[in-house]
């Protein structure tokens, strides 16, 4: 039998409910990607399922490619890549780490999803039910995919754009994090730190401290049950979100 694992980031669920749908059609292990997770990997078939940011891939997960050690030789490897408008480059920066240290992704795809990077942009669609709806097709067919082994060439080089766009979500990871803002209406409840997937956050006299060491994901923003934490001008006035199945027991680490 194949022994098959998906590593999962996910802020807000949709990369969560991608992974765990194509998990429950290859009998695989859905294994959260935090700061503590294992990086010691046996499996032969190896799934990797997070967000897309600015055009590439969430710091926490670029750090876990670096670092994982994996024992097969060669091992099926596999991303899908949840996005809202434009994917740009994010598998070619895969292939590009994993090359680096002489592995390889077999297979890999984006899937668009709910938008949620409300710094800039509204939630969109407002009304998620179809694109979520296709995105669960897209699972199965991805499913279909990896149970047959198929296999598509993915360049490890980076196009020029997305690695501009890139450099720019860089600068707002680590230290980054000294732009959020929480008002006052923050109650002291604690479920940004229980969210926050770098354990970044810490609670002091009934508020959140951001401890700069963040991967810019925006889940203690979108799980902040008073929306009460801002980053920009925009942010107060988007609507926050998560996936309909997803919900904070699933996200507390
Ligand atoms: C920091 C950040 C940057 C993002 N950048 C992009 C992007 O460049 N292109 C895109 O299509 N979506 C972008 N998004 C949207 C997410 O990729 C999308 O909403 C994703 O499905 C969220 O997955 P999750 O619910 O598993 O966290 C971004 C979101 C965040 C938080
Ligand atoms: S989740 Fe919101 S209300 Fe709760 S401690 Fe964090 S900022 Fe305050
Ligand atoms: S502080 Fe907020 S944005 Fe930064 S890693 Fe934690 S949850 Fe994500």
């Known amino acids: 039998m194949t022994n098959s694992v998906i590593y999962c980031f996910s802020a807000t669920g949709n990369s969560l409910s991608a992974a765990r749908r194509i998990a429950s059609r290859l009998d695989a292990k859905v ?28 710091k926490i997960v670029s750090d876990f490619l670096e670092k994982i050690s994996i024992q097969q030789k060669d091992p099926y490897m596999y991303a899908v890549i949840t996005y809202g408008d434009s994917p740009g480059g994010a598998l070619n920066l895969v292939q590009s780490i994993l090359s680096k240290r002489s592995l390889h992704l ?16 509204e939630v969109k669609p407002e009304n998620p039910s179809d ?9 199965d067919e991805i499913a279909s995919s990896v149970l047959y082994g198929q296999r598509i060439t993915i360049k490890p080089a980076v196009p020029f754009i997305s690695k501009i766009v890139y450099s720019m979500y860089l600068k707002k990871t680590g230290e980054g994090d000294r732009n ?11 479920i940004c730190a229980s969210v926050c997937p ?3 956050i810490t609670i002091a006299d009934k508020k959140p401290v951001f401890n700069h060491d963040c991967t810019h994901c925006l889940a203690c923003m979108h799980w902040c049950p008073s929306e009460s934490i801002q980053y920009g001008k925009k942010s107060k006035i988007h609507k926050r979100y ?12």
Do not use: R, W
Request: hydrophobic share 35%; net charge negative.
């Open 106 to 121: 077999s297979y890999g795809k984006t899937i668009k999803m709910v938008e949620n990077y409300i710094p800039m942009y």
């Open 180 to 190: 959020f803002v929480v008002e006052e209406s923050c109650t002291g409840c604690g």
């Open 131 to 139: 694109i979520l709806h296709k995105a669960d097709i897209v699972c």
């Open 198 to 200: 770098q354990k970044n």
């Open 242 to 253: 998560h996936h309909p199945e997803i919900t904070l027991k699933d996200m507390s680490l």
């Open 31 to 58: 294994i959260p990607i935090t700061k503590e997770t294992s990086l010691d990997c046996s499996a032969d078939q190896i799934g990797l399922v997070f967000p897309d940011y600015f055009m590439g891939i969430p």
